[in-house]
């Protein structure tokens, strides 16, 4: 495909996009809810078919040699799919939030004066790797009432065809128009430029992936842009803690997952607590082959440690996404320090405190200026689904529109209404 039928082709998708946006704003939460639950009926039916479709994605990654965290970002497993089937069925069964009226007030000149949530319109989504996105977009789309054009990434293509192809069956199978969730089917880059540059077909662009994918579309988006650039998330042990409860937890936080970016890539440390806790975490973390990035101090009281993979910390390492089995770890000498170091240092997406202390659990929600600060829980939580919103479109680290995982409400904008009967200004 040529640049000129590249422009021609992605205009088409925007234009075909703006159309069905209409139709999907006015559509009643039933029907949005036959087609999300459709399309969970057919990630289960169709399971072996999606399958075979991936393995021909994951064999074309291993042999043009791809980095194996992101070959695992690539991998629709049977636990995935469910997942996806599990946020479809989820978000039918939340409440349909288009049209709500929040904050209506009575005016001394008789008018009343609130606000609606309606659609954003149309969104594009660009991603990488995980072909489950596209789940997670299409349904989201389709409850929050919106279009949505998405463009995955060329490793994932056969996966997010097959994909595709099912969300639009389902729009089709519940009356809705299957141009409201569609898949950029070729892999030219040029149609990426064309999509985040079309103010006229495309109300907000979502990119998903790492920080060179995300920083580029930033650069070059002509539309506003939800985003987070990358994931280096914290968990600090206080002084007061339960150490078992933090050993669980850290260990949950930094080797459940190494890809995602909710993972921990630093870790904290009250002085108080370190001369018990860290020979304890390093354990686990030398026998899960896990590199430390270490203070001076941390050095002093890992180094026992038999098999532990121990390297000085330089200061990169504390601003530093890993994506692997890789943890920074430094010790402070308090709730203070561990949030100083914290608002310097983050990426401002997920922080943890694991404290016994109320006081400095509420000082640490108060002033760590994260998306998603937490208190005793691992970071892994931080995730649409796990906070209850069926799916996630993306997580956004900035600090206007959304905030966090971007759920339904995240594609969603207020509008003024005003009811009167017959009253004029004066």
Excluded at 103 to 120: A, E, F, K, L, T
Excluded at 370 to 390: C, I, K, Q
Excluded at 406 to 414: A, D, Y
Aim: proline share 4%.
């Amino acid at each position: 495909m040529n640049a000129l039928n590249v422009t021609e082709y992605v205009q088409t998708l925007g234009l075909q996009a703006k159309v069905a946006s209409a139709l999907m704003a006015s559509a009643s939460a039933a029907i949005k809810n036959v087609a999300l639950r459709s399309l969970a009926s057919q990630l289960r039916a169709q399971a072996p078919q999606l399958k075979e479709a991936n393995s021909l994605d994951l064999a074309r990654a291993r042999a043009a040699g791809l980095a194996e965290p992101m070959v695992d970002r690539l991998k629709l497993t049977d636990q995935v799919l469910e997942t996806c089937a599990q946020g479809c069925e989820q978000l039918a069964a939340m409440p349909d939030v288009i049209g709500e009226i929040v904050g209506m007030n009575q005016q001394p000149s008789g008018i009343r004066v609130g606000r609606m949530r309606v659609p954003i319109g149309v969104f594009g989504m660009i991603y990488e790797s995980r072909p489950n996105v596209t789940i997670e977009a299409a349904s989201l789309a389709i409850k929050s009432g919106n279009a949505a054009i998405l463009r995955g990434g060329s490793e994932a293509i056969e996966s997010n065809r097959a994909l595709a192809l099912l969300v639009q069956q389902a729009l089709q199978a519940a009356g809705l128009p299957q141009d409201a969730v569609q898949l950029v089917q070729t892999t030219d880059r040029e149609a990426v430029g064309q999509l985040i540059a079309m103010p006229a077909f495309v109300d907000v662009i979502i990119p998903r992936g790492g920080k060179g994918l995300i920083e580029r579309i930033s650069a070059g988006a002509k539309v506003p842009v939800i985003k987070h650039l990358d994931g280096n998330c914290h968990s600090y042990v206080d002084d007061p803690c339960d150490l078992d409860m933090a050993l669980r937890v850290v260990d949950n936080a930094k080797t459940q997952k190494y890809s995602p970016c909710n993972a921990s890539e630093s870790l904290l440390v009250a002085r108080a607590v370190a001369p018990e806790f860290l020979p304890r975490i390093g354990a686990v973390f030398a026998k899960k082959q896990v590199e430390m990035r270490v203070c001076a101090e941390s050095m002093a009281l890992l180094a026992p440690i038999s098999g532990a993979k121990l390297v000085p910390a330089t200061e990169q390492d504390w601003a530093e996404e890993y994506l692997a089995p890789v943890i920074s770890i430094k010790v402070v000498a308090g709730v203070d320090e561990a949030i100083a170091h914290i608002n310097r240092y983050s990426s401002h997406h997920t922080d943890a405190i694991l404290t016994r202390d109320h006081l400095h659990a509420q000082q640490f929600l108060r002033e760590v200026d994260s998306a998603s600060v937490m208190v005793n829980a691992s970071t892994r939580f931080a995730d649409g689904f796990e906070y209850g919103l069926g799916a996630e479109i993306g997580i956004s680290t900035d600090k206007f529109h959304a905030r966090g995982p971007v759920g339904i409400e995240g594609l969603t904008s207020l509008k003024w209404v005003v009811l009167g009967q017959g009253e004029v200004r004066g």
